[in-house]
């Protein structure tokens, strides 16, 4: 029976792991342990991913209830975690499930595409244990991003699959209250069964927005379905990049009172809508030189609308590094005016803008440290115009109110262009991010993100998305799948193989899947979980 202030533990592992980016350390999370996770969980502007706060106030809104918090960690997208890493953390999470308990149920914050060095799937090693430490019958809610690449040990082993429904990611902390409110439905006595169907479809991540277009027809679709006895569903889209075997878009659906058959009925329906308009799901981009171009136009005719210019494929947001210079080079050549340019991840330029001061004048050498195929060398002299510690608080779109920090960072003047450079990798996606060096963006002629669309919940007061442009450059986010060595992405994949076909079959008993992939006469396999 469940107690009057139910004991509720709180662990979190958080990351989107991009297969082709440089391996994720130890230096690259943060954790929260203990009390000081609960204390930050109730922070005016908390500095962490806003599910778990969401969780945590809705659940004091609600009742009493005991939190035991254990351990969160998080990341800025990047490439698989070391094994080491994620070890570690397992076996503190065990040890706190163990000593801490009994559980009357367990809150986890994911993001849920994760990958190591050691295995494709991290997440479902963690909700797996979760399960076998509380047991069958303890409720286990997890929030996920709607770019995570699902498996059944993930959906095998939980109560109530909680996906963010909004791309830009604007209903965080949402979720984390409809997971809240979950639990104190289970809690009152209430259970659940989930059904996933995955379908072999790996779209471009810029063709995954919500506010319209196939991803948002899809999950509207899911979303009506919501009511009685579904409690809840999820169309997860994945991350492309993460080139794993779970890869490619997937329903899952929670139903009230067990009732497993309608959860896999409408599971199978939602697969069956995205791949009818599966050729929606491809997007073009805006060619370089068109996109310099237009950004030259607008610079030198007052009269001509602002445009926004998304570096997509150099996403700090997807594993990208933040560096790559092929945009901001092109701009800087053509002579492009009223530009502002941010993130550019780069702590030696960053350090060394601080050493001169504000202004002070110097020959920037852009990645010194760091280079590879698409992290080139360039050198262009600069002015200080403003320094920052990079300390602030969001102001739009997902980081509104959240404690963010960009580290030391600087506002150079490359005649022409502003360009915001910092220590601490990460996309651009508040507009706090030049307001704080005293830029407005509602100035500026052109305004250049390394985002691939969380920029949008951020910049759409400034620049209308019929004004906004996606660049097709090089680099580790690319859309352009089709530049990529893919390894362990199973094949065959819609759009990068064209005439994938798939074909739904009946709905097997409890644990076995939800459907296969055909392709042509070579028969069927069962599509990998």
């Excluded at 929030?143 to 830009?168: E, K, Q, W």
Aim: glycine residues 10%.
């Amino acid at each position: 029976m469940v107690s009057i202030s139910p004991r509720i533990a709180l662990l979190g592992f958080a990351i989107e792991c991009n297969r082709f980016a440089p391996v994720s350390t130890r230096e690259d999370f943060r954790d929260l342990r203990g009390n000081e996770l609960l204390v930050e969980a109730r922070k005016a502007a908390p500095a962490m991913m806003p599910d778990m706060p969401g969780f945590v106030t809705e659940m004091d809104r609600t009742g009493a209830w005991t939190p035991v918090p254990l351990r969160t960690t998080a990341a800025q997208p990047g490439g698989p975690v070391d094994s080491s890493y994620f070890v570690g953390l397992m076996v503190e999470l065990e040890h706190g499930l163990q000593s801490r308990g009994p559980f009357d149920g367990v809150y986890v914050s994911s993001h849920g595409a994760a990958l190591t060095t050691d295995s494709d799937d991290p997440d479902g090693d963690l909700y797996e244990t979760v399960r076998r430490l509380v047991g069958p019958d303890v409720p286990v809610i997890g929030t996920f991003d709607l770019h995570a690449n699902v498996s059944r040990r993930m959906v095998d082993n939980i109560s109530v699959f909680v996906g963010y429904r909004c791309n830009p990611h604007t209903d965080i902390r949402e979720r984390g209250v409809e997971a809240a409110q979950h639990m104190r439905t289970l809690l009152g006595g209430v259970r659940t069964a989930t059904a996933m169907v995955k379908i072999p479809l790996v779209a471009p991540q810029i063709s995954l927005l919500t506010a319209s277009g196939p991803y948002a027809d899809v999950m509207n679709y899911g979303l009506s379905l919501v009511g009685g006895r579904v409690m809840n569903v999820s169309v997860m889209a994945g991350f492309s990049y993460s080139d794993s075997p779970k890869n490619g878009l997937t329903a899952i659906v929670t139903t009230r009172d067990r009732d497993l058959a309608l959860a896999q009925k409408l599971a199978l329906d939602i697969c069956n809508r995205a791949w009818d308009m599966r050729a929606r799901f491809k997007r073009t981009m805006t060619a370089l030189d068109e996109a310099v171009r237009m950004a030259v136009a607008v610079g030198n005719d007052p009269a001509q609308p602002p445009i926004i210019l998304a570096d997509v494929a150099d996403n700090p947001g997807g594993g990208g590094r933040g560096n790559t210079v092929h945009l901001l080079r092109a701009l800087k050549e053509a002579g492009a005016k009223g530009v502002i340019f941010g993130v550019f991840n780069d702590p030696a330029v960053a350090a060394e803008a601080h050493r001169r001061g504000r202004g002070g004048a110097f020959r920037a050498r852009f990645n010194s440290r760091e280079q590879d195929a698409f992290s080139q060398a360039w050198e262009c002299d600069v002015r200080v115009k403003a320094l920052s510690d990079g300390r602030h608080v969001g102001r739009r779109g997902l980081a509104r109110g959240m404690s963010c920090q960009m580290g030391p960072s600087a506002l150079l003047d490359l005649d022409g262009i502003s360009l915001v450079v910092i220590t601490h990798r990460q996309q651009c996606l508040d507009p706090m991010q030049f307001e704080q060096f005293g830029l407005d963006p509602a100035l500026a002629r052109t305004i250049v993100v390394k985002s691939r669309g969380h920029f949008r919940a951020g910049f759409d007061g400034f620049v209308p998305a019929e004004r906004t442009y996606e660049v097709d450059c090089p680099g580790l986010t690319s859309p352009n799948l089709a530049t990529f060595p893919w390894s362990r992405l199973p094949r065959p994949v819609y759009p990068l193989d064209e005439h994938t076909t798939w074909t739904p079959v009946d709905l097997p008993p409890e644990g076995e899947g939800g459907a296969k992939r055909r392709k042509g006469d070579a028969g069927t396999s069962s599509m990998p979980t």
